[in-house]
C-alpha cells in the first residue's frame, strides 16, 4: 500500500509540476495587471490546500487549481495587434492624450478625437506620433462633427474591421449613469459579437481640475450667476472654499497613468476581457468596501479618506438658524 500510495503521490506531483509550467507560460504572455492578482489568488489557495490537508489532497486540489488557472488564462491571452483600429475622444490631454500616444506605439490605427485640432494637445499628438494616428476635431455634443468624424473613420479603415464621492455629485452622477449606460450595452451587444468594458480609475492626475486660471474663470461666472439669495444663504467664503477640494485631489493623485493604459490595452486585445477594471492602488478594495459595508461605516471613512476641510454654509452658521432647529 505504501509503494503504491508513493507512486500516487509522484504521480500528483508530475502532474502538478506539467500544469504548473502551463500557467506559468500563459502568466508570460498575460498583462501585468492579470499577473499580480492571479499569482496572489494562486498563492494563498495553494497555500491553505498544502498547510490544512494531507500532502495526496493538497496536491490533488493545487493541480486542480493549477488547470482552472491555465483554463481561466488562456481567455486572458492577448491577441495581436494586426490592423486594428481604435476611436479615442478627448485626447488633448489627460487619459485620451496619453492613450492615443500609447496605442499609436503598439500599432495600433489610432483616430484621436480633439476639441479644438489646432490646439497643443493636437499638434503634439501629430509631431510624436506615427502616420497610424489620425487627429479628428470631434466635439461629442456636436452632431456634424460627429458625422464628419465617422466619414473620415470608415473611409480609413474601410473594410478593415461609482462610488459616491463628497462635493463631487454632478461628476459622480454622470459616471454612474455612464456604469450604468455601459452595462446594459455590454448585455444587449453580446448577440453580434460585441463586448463592452468598463474603466474606473482612481486618482490620476489628469488636466480634469484645471488650471488656475481655469478655476478662477469658473469662480467668477459662478458668483455672477447665483442669485442673491444663493450667495447670501451659503456666503462667499464657503463657494471660494470648494477651489481647495479639486487642489486637494490633484496633489494626492498619481501622475503614472501607466496601470490605466494597461487595463485599455488588455481591454481591447483579450479574449476574454473583463467587464469591469480597476486601476490605480487601492481601487478595487474601496469599491468593494461600499458595496458591502453598512451605510454609515462607509460614510465615516469616506468623509476621513477623502480629509475635506468641513466649511459651513454661512446660513447653517447662524445663531439664529441654530436656535430655530432647537
Known amino acids: 500500500m505504501s509503494t503504491l500510495h508513493s507512486e500516487t503521490v509522484w504521480l500528483c506531483l508530475a502532474v502538478t509540476a506539467a500544469l504548473g509550467g502551463l500557467v506559468l507560460c500563459q502568466l508570460k504572455k498575460s498583462p501585468g495587471q492579470v499577473q499580480r492578482k492571479v499569482v496572489c489568488l494562486a498563492g494563498l489557495w495553494g497555500g491553505a490546500c498544502l498547510l ?3 500532502l495526496f489532497w493538497g496536491l490533488v486540489l493545487f493541480s486542480l487549481l493549477c488547470f482552472l ?6 481567455g486572458q491571452e492577448l491577441l495581436p495587434v494586426d490592423q486594428k483600429a481604435v476611436l479615442i475622444t478627448g485626447s488633448d490631454s489627460g487619459f485620451g492624450h496619453a492613450l492615443s500616444k500609447y496605442l499609436d506605439q503598439l500599432g495600433f490605427t489610432v ?3 480633439v476639441l479644438d485640432e489646432n490646439g497643443s494637445g493636437a499638434e503634439q499628438l501629430r509631431r510624436s506620433c506615427s502616420k497610424h494616428l489620425c487627429v479628428l476635431q470631434l466635439d461629442v455634443t456636436n452632431s456634424q462633427q460627429i458625422k464628419d468624424a465617422y466619414g473620415t473613420v470608415v473611409q480609413k479603415v474601410q473594410n478593415r474591421g461609482e462610488i459616491p464621492f463628497l462635493k463631487l455629485a ?3 452622477s454622470s459616471k454612474a449613469a455612464l456604469t450604468m449606460f455601459s452595462a446594459i450595452m455590454r448585455q444587449e451587444l453580446a448577440k453580434w459579437g460585441v463586448k463592452v468594458s468598463i474603466i474606473q480609475p482612481g486618482g490620476f492626475k489628469t ?4 488650471t488656475s486660471e481655469m478655476l478662477e474663470k469658473l469662480e467668477k461666472d459662478m458668483l455672477d450667476h447665483l442669485t442673491p439669495d444663493v450667495q447670501e444663504e451659503y456666503g462667499q467664503d464657503y463657494i471660494l472654499a470648494q477651489r481647495n477640494i479639486l487642489t486637494s485631489l490633484h496633489l ?3 501622475s503614472d497613468v501607466s496601470p490605466v493604459l494597461l487595463d485599455i490595452r ?4 483579450a479574449k476574454s476581457p473583463f467587464t469591469l477594471y480597476t486601476p490605480g492602488p487601492g481601487t478595487y478594495l474601496w469599491l468593494c468596501f461600499f458595496y458591502f459595508s453598512p451605510t454609515g461605516i462607509f460614510d465615516y471613512f469616506n468623509k476621513r479618506f477623502l480629509n475635506f476641510e468641513d466649511s459651513t454654509p454661512r446660513t447653517l452658521s447662524t445663531p439664529k438658524w441654530k436656535n430655530e432647529v432647537m
Not at 207 to 210: D, E, L, S, V
Not at 266 to 269: D, G, N, Q, V
Open 111 to 113: 483616430f484621436a478625437g
Open 207 to 210: 488636466n480634469i481640475t484645471g
Open 266 to 269: 488588455h481591454a481591447i486585445l
Open 252 to 254: 494626492h493623485s498619481s
Open 52 to 54: 490544512s490537508l494531507s
Open 69 to 74: 488557472l491555465y483554463v481561466y488564462l488562456s
Open 170 to 172: 454632478a461628476y459622480s
